[in-house]
């Protein structure tokens, strides 16, 4: 059974930094294509950006909003994804969970940016 | 930047059928995929690659998915079918990936 464990969620201000992890489970993490989505209080689903597997060329893609402030990474040898924030604002509030190919998703952890 | 569109709310009456739309003008070429999730819970793939359930998803549930519009259906829905759903697909450079804005399904 694949699982997802994340952690490194929590308080962080304004234009601080904060960074998420995540380790697969269950499955070969090197083989997939791992990606971040987030949720923020009361809104709809969010799509933050996609690792390839290095495989398939270990391209990054970010949506408009965290480009330039976001970076995802991975480390295959330790199966964890990671999602690096900097520069963070307010908006960037939310439930960050990462997400396995399509469907295997993780917990969810709560990052909230504040003064 | 890309969109799809999909209704805010759809109310169904139980074991009648339900039918959430999602639009978005590269669903021709791309695939559409659903989404359920329940309150204070991740999100639970239903559908992948226009019309097939995924795993441990019960007959009830559809997909298709014809021009510009994919469609989820939930045939004879049941009250725990109370939930989110949202599509999710790709926009046309196929390096971006969006999710619809949501519909919420009331059973009752």
């Known amino acids: 059974e694949v699982s997802l464990a994340q952690s490194g969620g929590g308080l962080v201000k304004p234009g601080g930094s904060l960074r998420l992890s995540c380790v697969m489970s269950?499955?070969?993490?090197?083989?997939?294509?791992m990606s971040w989505v987030r949720q923020a209080p009361g809104k709809g689903l969010e799509w933050v950006g996609r690792?390839?597997?290095?495989?398939?060329?270990?391209?990054?893609d970010y949506a408009a909003p965290v480009q330039g402030r976001f970076t995802i990474s991975r480390d295959d040898s330790n199966d964890t994804l990671f999602l690096q924030m900097n520069n963070m604002k307010i908006e960037d509030t939310g439930v960050y969970y990462c997400?396995?190919?399509?469907?295997?998703w993780g917990q969810g952890s709560l990052v909230t940016v504040s003064a | 930047s890309y969109e799809l569109t999909q209704p805010p709310s759809v109310s169904v009456s139980p074991r009648q059928t339900a039918r959430i739309t999602c639009s978005g003008d590269?669903?021709?070429?791309?695939?559409a995929y659903w989404y359920q999730q329940k309150s204070g819970q991740a999100p639970v793939l239903v559908i992948y690659?226009?019309?097939k359930r995924a795993s441990g998803i019960p007959e009830r549930f559809s997909g298709s998915s014809s021009g510009t519009m994919a469609t989820l259906t939930i045939t004879g829905a049941q009250v725990e079918d109370e939930a989110d759903y949202y599509c999710?697909?790709?926009?046309?450079?196929?390096?971006?990936?969006?999710f619809g804005p949501g519909t919420k399904v009331t059973v009752l």
């Open positions: 590269a669903l021709p070429k791309n695939f």
């Open positions: 999710y697909s790709t926009d046309p450079s196929g390096n971006q990936y969006v």
């Open positions: 690792i390839k597997s290095l495989s398939d060329g270990g391209t990054v």
């Open positions: 690659e226009d019309n």
């Open positions: 269950g499955y070969t993490f090197s083989y997939v294509w």
């Open positions: 997400r396995s190919g399509i469907d295997y």
